[in-house]
């Protein structure tokens, strides 16, 4: 794969290093880890949920962070740090882990759930009024409010 050199954009643009710094996370995508597997699934119109299987691992193993526009899920098994057992085959994998999920704008985690070896974790994106469209009422003929400049000289037609 063919890599790109994003330098020369960071020194002419300004307030772009969020668009910047995932563009290198996508060119980079060969090395991104496949552990634990997950679903990202669409439950509404702006609701989703991710769902990660992690076979093996308690609540009290896991920890959820959400900072700025990133989650991250982290894993480390804690309870089976005493026990010696004998495995004659383990396919269940139970290695430590950092998931990291990029979030749109606005989107908030909202719940987590652990329930038969996988972890819900429920998100919805709520755009606050004041960026939501508008439609604006096009007045016609003569402006009704039109303001009023004090000192002006208003000529005649």
């Not at 009024?129 to 009023?148: D, H, L, S």
């Amino acid at each position: 794969m063919r890599q790109f050199d994003l330098a020369p954009l960071y020194r002419s643009t300004v307030g772009f290093d969020r668009l910047f710094s995932a563009l290198d996370q996508y060119v980079t995508a060969d090395a991104a880890p496949t552990y634990p597997p997950y679903n990202i699934e669409r439950t509404g119109e702006n609701a989703y949920r991710i769902t990660v299987a992690v076979a093996g691992f308690t609540d009290s193993d896991l920890a959820i962070e959400v900072k700025e526009n990133a989650l991250t899920l982290k894993g480390e098994r804690k309870g089976d740090a005493g026990k010696a057992a004998e495995f004659l085959h383990q396919g269940i994998a139970a290695r430590a882990f950092e998931r990291r999920f990029q979030l749109a704008d606005y989107v908030q985690v909202t719940g987590a759930a652990l329930e038969n070896g996988l972890l819900h974790i429920d998100l919805v994106r709520e755009i606050p009024e004041a960026k939501k469209p508008r439609q604006i009422q096009i007045a016609t003929g003569r402006a009704q409010n039109a303001p009023v400049i004090e000192g002006s000289v208003q000529q005649a037609a």
